[in-house]
């Protein structure tokens, strides 16, 4: 069975530029016109894409057969091409009656041509020559068709996965990107499942919640800026001179610094000054004077000193590797239900923004009794944070468990430098000896990070002394009445 690619190859038809044509004017539609004017951002994204459209497209040219008529009639051609004159002359009455049994379009022009050739001057080279050359166009006519055909299909089926993954980003992209070109580009790519909208208002919600919650966003992006220089130190390191300037109280007039007893008569107070008028308080404005008693301004400044103290050679390097990946560990127990679980949700979300502008991997992990895990930022993210988002937090409190799951995942090649999220109120257990030995190994060894974000002030301080950072979102009523306040 012959394809349309091979048809089309041999009939010299450019498929690379009716692809081009395509994609030029799908992207030229008015829909994606108006939807690009508002994301521009997602334009770019979304160009990356034409490569591996226009690829697919052609090889389903190259697995797309064509009709059987039209495999046998282009048989045909072929045999009379490769035919010298006098077996064309023979043969041609049966070609002419075959192309009709085809039904081909171009048997009556056949039928005229050989009819013609009969009453004139016969079959002839040029006869022959132009009877090929009319056979051909009209083979490529229907070749073009054929192509058109498919390609509009394939449009309409592009047309409606962009649709659907515009508007699926249009709405994600306000809780996940922002204005981040790389965030969008990632969003563009984990939108490539089938989800309807109804699946994906979950993820607007908690982008709405988000928004009225900036301190989230805030200490979200802190915590991903956390890996800044290292200070190395080495134990036998050299002392060095280090000069600095230091501020010290002088006696200079500078400003005033409050009120003292003294003898200075430019700096009275008015009061003092009035006793001085009066003949019956003039002597004791005399006596005070001498005991050094009257009221005045004190005048006081700073001066700056150089002081020079010997310290050990520190040596200031940036990590030039990219930043690592998230492990967020949220506690799905009791206590964090409610507005704290609506909080640890949000702030999750936070984490995926943050993760997607920086192309980092961001996995979530609930643990109550058992410990679920949700890649955020692959292929099906958007389905991962969907079925993350609706997860309820009704179980117990397992930190332990979750903190042995951790160090076990960051012992892989893939996490070595990753960062350790978890998001609890830390009312729980004492954690074992063992596991905190190895959490120490872990940061000691590997350089690996471990950070709470307390959910409330009541956490055990036995528990959080683990940790290298200590984010606090503190999430009482008074709290919330006072950030709103605030606001």
């Known amino acids: 069975m012959i394809s349309l690619d091979t048809l089309s190859v041999y009939l010299a038809i450019s498929e690379s530029e009716l692809i081009e044509e395509l994609v030029l004017v799908l992207l030229a539609s008015p829909q994606l016109a108006v939807f690009f004017e508002k994301f521009p951002a997602l334009k770019k994204a979304l160009t990356r894409d034409l490569p591996r459209w226009k690829a697919e497209i052609m090889e389903k040219m190259k697995g797309t057969p064509v009709p059987p008529a039209l495999a046998d009639e282009f048989g045909l051609f072929q045999q009379a091409q490769r035919a010298p004159l006098n077996a064309f002359t023979e043969s041609l009455p049966d070609w002419v009656l075959q192309l009709a049994t085809l039904d081909s379009p171009f048997s009556t022009e056949a039928g005229e041509l050989m009819a013609n050739a009969d009453t004139q001057q ?3 080279s040029a006869f022959q ?28 089926k592009l047309l409606a996965e962009l649709q659907q993954r515009l508007a ?36 607007v919600q908690y982008g709405d919640f988000l928004a009225g919650q900036p301190q989230l966003m805030k200490l979200a992006e802190a915590l991903g800026r956390s890996r800044e220089a290292k200070a190395v130190l080495s134990e036998d390191a050299p ?10 109280p002088d006696n200079v007039p500078e400003e005033v610094s409050g009120l003292h007893q003294s003898d200075d008569i430019l700096r009275l107070l008015p ?13 004791e404005f005399y006596r005070r004077l001498v005991e050094k008693r009257l009221m005045t301004y004190r005048l006081q400044g700073d001066a700056w000193r150089e002081k020079v103290v010997m310290r050990p050679v520190t040596h200031q390097h940036h990590d030039e590797a990219p930043r690592g990946p998230f492990i967020v560990c949220v506690d799905t127990s009791g206590s964090m239900g409610g507005f704290n679980e609506r909080c640890a949700k949000a702030f999750c979300l936070a984490l995926l ?23 955020l930022t692959g292929d099906e993210g958007i389905q991962e944070a969907i079925r993350f988002l609706s997860q309820q937090f009704r179980g117990g409190t397992d930190l332990a468990a979750c903190l042995t799951r951790i160090c076990e995942k960051m012992s892989g090649p893939a996490w070595q430098e990753a960062d350790a999220v978890i998001i609890s109120d830390f009312i729980a257990q004492r954690l074992p000896d063992p596991l ?3 959490i120490h190994q872990q940061q000691l060894q590997h350089q690996q990070r471990f950070h709470a974000v307390a959910m409330s002030d009541h956490g055990k301080p036995a528990i959080m002394r683990i940790f290298d950072h200590i984010w606090r979102f503190d999430t009482s009523l008074k709290s919330r009445l006072m950030r709103r306040w605030r606001r």
Do not use: K
């Open 122 to 124: 016969g079959y002839t």
């Open 436 to 438: 905190i030995a190895t």
């Open 168 to 203: 699926m980003s249009g709405q994600l992209a306000p809780a996940l990107t922002g204005e981040n070109e790389a965030a969008a580009g990632r969003l563009w790519d984990m939108t490539r499942g089938s989800l309807s909208r109804g699946d994906y208002q979950l993820i």
């Open 353 to 375: 923004r943050v993760a997607m502008a920086e192309n980092r991997r961001c996995y979530i992990m609930l643990f109550a009794h058992d410990v679920i895990g949700y890649e």
């Open 239 to 248: 002392m060095e001179p280090f000069h600095q300037w230091v501020r010290a």
């Open 129 to 156: 020559t132009l009877f090929l050359q009319r056979w051909r166009l009209s083979l490529t006519l229907q070749t073009l068709t054929l192509n058109q055909q498919l390609l509009e299909e394939e449009r309409e």
């Open 271 to 283: 009061p003092e000054l009035a006793t001085l008028g009066m003949s019956e308080l003039e002597l």
